[in-house]
């Protein structure tokens, strides 16, 4: 083993991958864990990413061996499994600290990846605009900043961001894409590479802030789909809005925002916004790095949980998108569960029953179009919900705050008299301390 393994190479190092690379995915079958369905989801990951899976290797443990992650003698299994199933690229189905990953390199002789690197790399292809790049970019060096050791060749002069130009471009699985920096670098370039990074995030914050407190000037409250990867949010988002967001069946097909304007009954609108999909065990470092995306769900009125209950795990990734909207300090937000693709359940009268008894729920086809004016009208309920009822005497030298009731809220009545305006409204919370000098008993 030992000529082979002189060839290997260290994370980080950027290997072409070509479309004959094989990788065999590892994991470990714990007990009390919910093993298989992970490694089902690694499978979907890997066709994603373009990795062409030619085998799985498990072993039981209670935990990961501190040194290989797996056993000294199921590493020497799996190094033997490789070479039978002729297997460039090993996909670890947990995230790997840097001595596993490099002591599981050596004795397999072949790259070593970890989940945390699989998604980044999927990220780093779906990312397009500037702002998914930098985030990208940032996540990929956070993690790869601890497991560049012996690397102290400098930045190439077309790394970073200008080099990322070409989202989606390919390189290696885990390394590609926005981040796509040529890691043979030394760790003080690297910090400050990132510290320009965050610098151009900050500014990315502050013009989303921007962006936010614009739409908050329109006369519409603002709705967030959040869900699942592959839930349909991008689906359900076009067919509510006539819109042509990028649909896919594959994983992460959405990283940037969009938003749309969505009519509701009643006169009401509302902006719509599709985000990020989530995944159980969500990268902490893809959280922090998408925060400043990720903010449309803390700043949102109401919250679009879309659910595909087609799949035989709903309830558990249903669990696994609550868990990030309370690491995100939103899992106070009004929120419709949106029980999606319905086309593709036979019978649905188990799935009517738990609508009935949960709060806020609708059942819907996204792709049929199926249900699409009950949700409507429950969004229209909730957002109402979220207002409160105001009666007004205005005098004509504030007319301005007509204007901004007319911006903020529903302005139910209005009637200009000989001396003042009478307003009938519902309102935000937030605006009420502007409104307070004016209210009347009703």
Do not use: C
């Not at 864990?33 to 992970?38: G, M, P």
């Not at 189905?93 to 790259?111: G, K, M, S």
């Amino acid at each position: 083993m030992s000529n082979e393994r002189s060839a290997i190479h260290r994370p980080g190092s950027l290997i072409d991958i070509q479309a004959s690379d094989r990788a065999i995915l590892v994991s470990l079958e714990r007990e009390g864990t919910d093993w298989e369905s992970s490694l089902e989801e690694m499978k979907a990951l890997a066709d994603t990413a373009g990795v062409e899976v030619a085998g799985v290797f498990t072993q039981r443990r209670h935990r990961p061996d501190q040194s290989l992650y797996l056993g000294s003698g199921k590493a020497e299994e799996l190094y033997t499994y490789i070479r039978a199933e002729d297997a460039n690229t090993v996909i670890v189905n947990d995230e790997l600290v840097p001595t596993q990953q490099r002591n599981l390199e050596d004795a397999v002789a072949v790259r070593v990846i970890d989940r945390t690197q699989l998604i980044l790399d999927i990220f780093a292809q779906r990312a397009h605009t500037k702002e998914g790049k930098l985030q990208v970019e940032v996540a990929q060096i956070q993690y790869m900043l601890p497991r560049l050791v012996g690397i102290g060749k400098e930045l190439s002069d077309q790394g970073g961001a200008a080099a990322m130009g070409g989202g989606g471009a390919r390189g290696p699985v885990g390394a590609r894409g926005p981040g796509e920096t040529k890691l043979e670098t030394d760790r003080a370039r690297i910090r400050r590479r990132l510290t320009e990074l965050r610098r151009d995030l900050d500014e990315v914050r502050k013009q989303r802030r921007q962006q936010r407190q614009g739409r908050r000037k329109l006369p519409y409250p603002v709705a967030v789909l959040v869900g699942y990867t592959s839930a349909g949010k991008s689906t359900l988002l076009n067919r509510l809005t006539g819109s042509d967001v990028l649909v896919d069946a594959k994983l992460f097909a959405t990283l940037d925002p969009t938003t749309r304007r969505v009519d509701l009954p009643e006169g009401w609108g509302v902006l719509l916004t599709d985000t990020v999909g989530f995944i159980r065990e969500l990268p902490h470092s893809l959280v922090a790095a998408f925060r400043a995306t990720l903010e449309e769900v803390t700043e949102a009125d109401l919250l679009l949980h879309v659910i595909d209950v087609s799949h035989p795990e709903w309830e558990k990734q249903a669990r696994a998108v609550r868990e990030v909207l309370e690491e995100l300090e939103a899992g106070d937000k009004p929120v419709i569960i949106v029980l999606n693709k319905i086309d593709k359940i036979g019978d649905t009268y188990e799935l009517r029953r738990q609508v009935a008894e949960m709060e806020n729920a609708v059942y819907i086809s996204a792709a049929a179009g199926d249900g699409l004016p009950q949700l409507l009208d429950k969004m229209a309920e909730v957002l109402s919900k979220t207002l409160v009822p105001v009666h007004l005497w205005v005098p004509y030298q504030r007319a301005d705050l007509v204007a901004y009731l007319h911006e903020r809220g529903r302005v139910l009545q209005e009637d200009y008299l000989e001396d003042k305006i009478y307003i009938q409204a519902q309102v935000p919370k937030d605006i009420l301390g502007a409104v307070k000098p004016f209210m009347i008993a009703a």
